[in-house]
């Protein structure tokens, strides 16, 4: 098990903007890890949202978060970072992210990750 940490949720309007930022604690390195940010909203399933992989060469994305939201890494700093502009209320939902030892060009985009954070709760409301 990656002890995930993620920060960055908040309170947003309508259109707002927030970045998401996913970090191991301790002495762990993301080096070897694809990683997968999840959502759940209240009465939902959890949805997968968007994946990168080790080398951050592959990134994918849910039809909901096409060209509105950005996922990257960055290997130094240890960290992943999901960018999610435009945002709507339908984007409420608590996020998390997990992580998998993968090939270095693969990610996955459903929830099959075997390390998981904690989430962050991200809320968009007028």
């Known amino acids: 098990q990656l002890p995930l940490v993620e920060s960055g949720g908040g309170l947003v309007q309508p259109g707002g903007s927030l970045t998401l930022s996913c970090a191991p604690s301790?002495?762990?390195?993301?080096?070897?890890?694809?990683i997968g940010w999840i959502r759940e909203a209240p009465g939902k399933e959890r949805e997968g949202v968007s994946c990168?992989?080790?080398?951050?060469?592959?990134?994918e994305y849910a039809e909901s978060a096409k060209g509105r939201f950005t996922i990257s890494r960055d290997n130094i700093k240890n960290t992943v970072y999901l960018q999610m502009n435009n945002l709507e209320p339908e984007d409420t939902a608590v996020y998390y992210c997990?992580?998998?030892?993968?090939?270095?060009?693969?990610?996955?985009?459903?929830?099959?990750?075997?390390?998981w954070g904690r989430g962050t709760q991200v809320t968009v409301t007028s």
């Open positions: 990168v992989s080790p080398s951050g060469s592959t990134t």
């Open positions: 301790g002495l762990y390195t993301l080096e070897y890890y694809a």
């Open positions: 997990a992580a998998r030892i993968m090939a270095q060009n693969a990610c996955i985009i459903s929830p099959e990750y075997s390390s």
